[in-house]
């Protein structure tokens, strides 16, 4: 199973415009219709199927994710994030030696710790 992107959306001027809902019709809302990780795009389907296309791929980015927001599944990893984020907060990211803060440390009682 590939990694995906769970990131709520920020308010600006395109999420303001409506780019992030799904597709619309005369039919109403379109509704997931699963998506692939290879094409890199979600698919939506019509909610009666008489549109011309019935389904639509919509290419992933940031205002559609390839797990819909909204649904259980995106809220159920959106709120496991935060374990994650608490777990990788200990490394430091800054070259510096975690133990005693030098930069590029090579003695043997920070490298084993």
Not at 36 to 41: E, L, S, V, W
Not at 58 to 65: D, E, M, Q
Request: charged content about 25%; aromatic content about 6%.
């Amino acid at each position: 199973m590939g990694i995906r992107p769970v990131v709520p959306l920020r308010m600006t001027p395109a999420v303001k415009a409506g780019k992030a809902n799904p597709p619309q019709c005369d039919h109403g809302t379109w509704t997931f219709a699963g998506s692939d990780t290879k094409r890199g795009a979600s698919k939506w389907r019509c909610p009666t199927g008489e549109c011309v296309p019935a389904s639509v791929w919509v290419k992933a980015g940031r205002l559609h994710t390839l797990i819909p927001r909204g649904t259980d599944r995106w809220k159920a990893l959106y709120h496991q994030r935060g374990a994650v984020e608490r777990g990788s907060a200990g490394r430091s990211t800054s070259g510096r030696c975690s133990r005693c803060g030098c930069v590029g440390c090579r003695e043997l009682r920070c490298m084993w710790t």
